[in-house]
């Protein structure tokens, strides 16, 4: 039987080693970006582990598109984008958390436009009810 301080001996270690993966995936993810280009060239677009859009990238061919036209190439590029890098914070979470309820919750907040498949939305879904029982992660 292993004594009281051998176990917080290794509780502690499991702690530090927690702590030195999680950071080691925050520093992954904070280097992470998708970029995208339009089948034409017209549109480069950047986006952040996030999907946030951090840089776009207009050829002289994008400023003789209409409006609309250009407004649509400019949405899809930027969904192109952060399909790349929802592939990649997946990727990189499963090294870190496998798969599991704690990837699964990576997965149902990634943007829908990143293409990580979440499982189907049921009818009687609520955001309401989300925010009153939050998934608990253990």
Known sequence: MESAAQWLAGYD??????????KAATESLRQMSG??????????VQVGPSGAME??????????MEAEQLAQL????????QRTVGAQVVEIMTEYVGDGPALDFVKENMPPAAGVATGPRRADDDDDDYFANPVVIV
């Open 35 to 44: 970029t995208a280009t339009s089948p034409r060239g017209e549109i480069t």
């Open 74 to 81: 400019i949405l899809a590029t930027a969904q192109e984008a």
């Open 13 to 22: 270690e499991r702690l530090a080693r927690a702590a030195a993966d999680a």
């Open 55 to 64: 840089d776009i990238r207009l050829t002289p061919a994008a400023r003789a």
